[in-house]
């Protein structure tokens, strides 16, 4: 079995935790590959392109945290295998396990003992003046939010080619059950299991308490446009990482992808577990 690595070379702690990760794995008779920057990182030659993983290893190991993730989930391009996410610092909601638990991972994954969450993605195209301008893939949300004006935005949202609602808010987050955690979560969404078949539209800070997050199935196609002219340009946003400027006219179309990312879990965690632990959870 061979395992790739990428790991995050601006988070303190990434490369005692690759040395250690490659040396429990050795010491299973797995062997590793890493990825470019990830070799550059502990000074070493021979790193390849994490898009070339998908022909090369059986599962990709992502040192950092949910951040890191996403910012993986499109340098990996095409991989269809499982995706574990070594934590370093604080648990986060899309790692296997963190960085004291090293020897616990190798070895179940030595043994196979582990299974695949199946998360959902978002297929996301900008069109500008009618012609596709760019295209994303998402893993927690895609969100369309004022730019550099202070005022409330204007904008609109069609469910299957049906009007939704025209909000005036800050902003919109389209997200999946993944996302139901992160932004969405901040905005007063609800907390929505990996399994639901369905997509979250949530307002960010809207003006009327009657605009709430709304949940509908993850087989239709959302669109989001502007309303008018003096909401000046919105800030689209896929996974706090890419960034377009959206000017009147354009058109946003949100859908689920035919792919999935295949995120690692350790036998006896589970999200439900991650849940109690990040959002400290006591009971009664």
């Known amino acids: 079995m061979s395992v790739g690595i990428i790991a995050n070379p601006h988070k303190l702690g990434s490369v005692p935790t690759l040395l250690a ?5 050795a010491a299973r008779g797995i062997t590793t590959v890493l990825e470019e920057e990830t070799a550059a990182l502990v000074g070493e030659s021979g790193g390849i392109p994490a898009k070339s993983f998908a022909q090369l290893v059986e599962i990709a ?23 574990a996410g070594i934590n ?5 909601f899309l790692t296997s396990c963190k960085d004291d638990e090293l020897d616990v991972f190798s ?8 299974t695949t969450s199946a998360r959902t993605l978002l ?22 939010a004022r730019g550099v004006t202070g005022r409330l935005i204007s904008l609109r949202a069609r469910v299957n080619g049906e009007l939704l609602n025209d909000y005036r808010a800050d902003g919109l987050i389209v997200a999946t059950p993944t996302g139901s955690t992160a932004y969405s979560l901040s905005a007063g969404g609800p907390l929505i299991s990996p399994d639901a078949a369905v997509f979250l539209i949530t307002p960010i800070c809207p003006h009327s308490l009657s605009q709430r997050a709304l949940a509908l199935s993850d087989s239709c196609v959302i669109e989001l446009s502007l309303v008018d002219h003096e909401s000046g340009p919105m800030l689209f946003t896929v996974d706090g990482r890419d960034s377009v400027r959206i000017e009147q006219g354009d058109l946003i179309e949100v859908k689920k992808s035919v792919k999935s990312f295949h995120l690692l879990r350790l036998e006896g965690s589970s999200f439900y577990e991650a849940l109690r632990k990040k959002l400290g959870w006591q009971g009664v």
Do not use: C, W, Y
């Not at 990760?21 to 794995?25: C, T, Y």
């Not at 370093?88 to 986060?92: A, D, E, I």
């Open 21 to 25: 990760l490659r040396s429990a794995l």
């Open 61 to 83: 190991a992502v040192i950092g945290g949910d951040g890191t993730m996403l910012h993986a989930l499109a340098r990996l391009g095409d991989f269809d295998k499982p995706v």
């Open 88 to 92: 370093v610092g604080t648990l986060g």
């Open 123 to 144: 297929d996301v195209t900008v069109r500008r003046s009618g012609q596709l301008d760019a295209s994303f893939v998402a893993l927690n949300e895609v969100t369309l």
């Open 107 to 114: 070895a179940s994954i030595a043994d196979g003992k582990f």
